[in-house]
C-alpha cells in the first residue's frame, strides 16, 4: 500500500508502517511540514496514497472526502499520548488492511477497533 505519513506519527511509527511492507511517503521528508491539511490531502490525491494522521480534522467528510481518495486513517491513542498507544493502533491498523482495502474509506483507528465510515451513497 503506498502510504502518506502525516508529521505527528514520528519516526518509529515510519519505521513500523515501513516493516510492514508499505511504500511510505512522510510530509517531513516531502518538504510538507506546516503545510495545511488541504496540501497534505492534494498532495495524497495526486500521489494516490492513503493517508495516515493522528489529526482528527482529516475525519471531517464533507471536507476531506475519502471516496476521492487512496483513504484516510485517523489514528485515535484513547488516553494519554504514548509511543505504546501509537503502536498498537498503528499494528492494529495494518492487521485489519491485510485482509480489506482502505481505499476510498475512512476508517478511525480506535482502542480495539476501527470504525469505517460508511459510503456517503448509501446513507
Same mark, same amino acid.
Given at each position: ?10 519516526? @518509529?511509527?515510519? #519505521? %513500523?508502517? =515501513? *516493516?510492514? +511492507? !508499505? ?26 496514497? @492513503?493517508?495516515? #494522521? %493522528?489529526? =482528527? *480534522?482529516? +475525519? !471531517? ?63
Amino acid at each position: 500500500m503506498k502510504i502518506k505519513v502525516d508529521e505527528n506519527i514520528g519516526g @518509529t511509527g515510519v #519505521a %513500523l508502517l =515501513r *516493516d510492514g +511492507g !508499505h511504500d511510505d511517503a512522510t510530509v517531513h521528508d516531502q518538504e510538507l511540514s506546516g503545510a495545511t491539511d488541504d496540501q497534505v490531502f492534494d498532495a495524497c490525491l495526486s500521489e494516490n496514497r @492513503t493517508l495516515i #494522521a %493522528l489529526d =482528527r *480534522d482529516f +475525519g !471531517h467528510v464533507p471536507r476531506f472526502s475519502p471516496k476521492r481518495s487512496a483513504g484516510i486513517v485517523v489514528v485515535e491513542l484513547g488516553g494519554p499520548a504514548s509511543q505504546q498507544a501509537l503502536h498498537s493502533r498503528l499494528r492494529q491498523f495494518l492487521k485489519v488492511a491485510t485482509s480489506r482495502p482502505v481505499h476510498g474509506e475512512l476508517w478511525i483507528v480506535e482502542p480495539g477497533r476501527i470504525r469505517v465510515h460508511p459510503d456517503e451513497d448509501t446513507e
